[in-house]
């Protein structure tokens, strides 16, 4: 066998099991109804955002591995839109109002004592 095979196979070797344990920290997201995001995740966002009306939702997996719903909506006081990161215990880590940043800090590495880390 010469060098350049040992190298090619010692690659494969080794690549394999790095793709298999990076793939499994990757994020997710799923489209969720309304009508299954807790009650107490659509009424933080509307604590937070006067006259806010939620138009959809997704549950998301995030790298770091904490689980938020991101709800995007409305509001009828200013009419701009909105997208909140909100745990599933009610905690809003992050708002944008149309395509800025308001409050930012949903995508820390630490997970925080108000989110397990599974959805409900």
Same mark, same amino acid.
């Given at each position: 066998?010469?060098?350049?095979?040992?190298?090619?196979?010692?690659?494969?070797?080794?690549?394999?099991?790095?793709?298999?344990?990076?793939?499994?920290?990757?994020?997710?997201?799923?489209?969720?109804?309304?009508?299954?995001?807790?009650?107490?995740?659509?009424?933080?966002?509307?604590?937070?955002?006067?006259?806010?009306?939620?138009?959809?939702?997704?549950?998301?997996?995030?790298?770091?591995?904490?689980?938020?719903?991101?709800?995007?909506?409305?509001?009828?006081? +200013?009419?701009?839109?909105?997208?909140?990161?909100?745990?599933?215990?009610?905690?809003?880590?992050?708002?944008?109002?149309?395509?800025? +940043?308001?409050?930012?800090?949903?995508?820390?590495?630490?997970?925080?004592?108000? +989110?397990?880390?599974?959805?409900?």
């Amino acid at each position: 066998m010469n060098k350049i095979t040992r190298y090619r196979i010692s690659f494969v070797i080794l690549s394999v099991p790095l793709f298999l344990v990076s793939s499994s920290f990757a994020g997710w997201e799923k489209d969720t109804p309304l009508s299954e995001v807790p009650e107490r995740v659509l009424k933080a966002a509307r604590a937070v955002i006067l006259g806010f009306e939620p138009l959809e939702a997704e549950l998301e997996r995030k790298l770091n591995g904490r689980v938020v719903y991101e709800i995007e909506g409305v509001s009828s006081a +200013d009419g701009e839109s909105y997208e909140l990161e909100i745990t599933k215990k009610g905690k809003v880590l992050k708002i944008e109002k149309g395509d800025s +940043d308001y409050l930012s800090g949903g995508d820390k590495d630490e997970k925080d004592d108000d +989110d397990d880390g599974e959805s409900e």
